[in-house]
């Protein structure tokens, strides 16, 4: 009888009753707007893109210009 407990724990721990929610689930996480993912907030208007916090002031200007970028929050 003993050995069959062992042997159940045994199987019980390396036999999951579910799937796990690793397997099932995503982690990205939609990032949206600049600023979402550690930005400084502001997109650039000739280009588009987020203005990364190296070439934020070159790009939209110190203070930063509504003419050159856009904040996003």
């Known amino acids: 009888m ?3 407990k062992t042997l159940l724990v ?3 721990l390396a036999v999951p ?4 929610f690793a ?3 995503s ?4 990032a949206r707007g ?3 993912r550690g930005g400084p907030g502001w997109r650039v208007n000739s280009t588009g ?5 190296k070439n934020f002031r ?4 110190s203070p930063p210009s509504t003419k050159k970028c856009t904040k996003e929050a």
């Open 2 to 4: 003993k050995h069959a």
């Open 34 to 36: 600049c600023g979402s």
């Open 27 to 30: 982690y990205e996480v939609a």
């Open 49 to 53: 893109q987020c203005a990364s916090k």
């Open 23 to 25: 397997a099932s689930a």
């Open 10 to 12: 045994a199987f019980c």
């Open 17 to 20: 009753a579910t799937p796990t």
């Open 58 to 61: 070159k790009a939209c200007g």
